[in-house]
Nanobody, 124 residues
Framework: QVQLVESGGGLVQAGGSLRLSCAAS????????ISWFRQAPGKEREFVVH????????YYADSVKGRFTISRDNAKNTVYLQMNSLKPEDTAVYYC?????????????????WGQGTQVTVSP
């Protein structure tokens, strides 16, 4: 019953940065693991990064490792995705997704709730 809303997308030049937010409504946010996925035009949705219910270190796709950082603030019911050194290939709609599980998963099917997405466009 968690509702997720992404924000923070926009247009940046290659090498720039954006910080995405995933704000959740509901009273059990801390019970959910959160992942970010992205979908580029004409491409399948792909896993970006995961953070556990308790926070800590994220688990990153190789394509973003070292450039993106995930964090969560359960008191604010918000997960953040700091994206640095952006590349044109990062252009996509970014979605946050929530799963009521203590386990890490990069599979879309593991996630019960999805936000509406926020557009990230990186120009050359």
């Amino acid at each position: 019953q968690v509702q997720l809303v992404e924000s923070g997308g926009g247009l940046v030049q290659a090498g720039g940065s954006l910080r995405l937010s995933c704000a959740a409504s509901g009273r059990t946010f801390s019970s959910y693991a959160i992942s970010w996925f992205r979908q580029a035009p004409g491409k399948e949705r792909e896993f970006v990064v995961h953070i556990s219910r308790s926070g800590g270190n994220g688990y990153y796709a190789d394509s973003v490792k070292g450039r993106f950082t995930i964090s969560r603030d359960n008191a604010k019911n918000t997960v953040y995705l700091q994206m640095n050194s952006l590349k044109p290939e990062d252009t996509a709609v970014y979605y946050c997704a929530a799963a009521n599980t203590p386990y890490r998963s990069i599979r879309e099917a593991s996630y019960d709730y999805w936000g509406q997405g926020t557009q990230v466009t990186v120009s050359p």
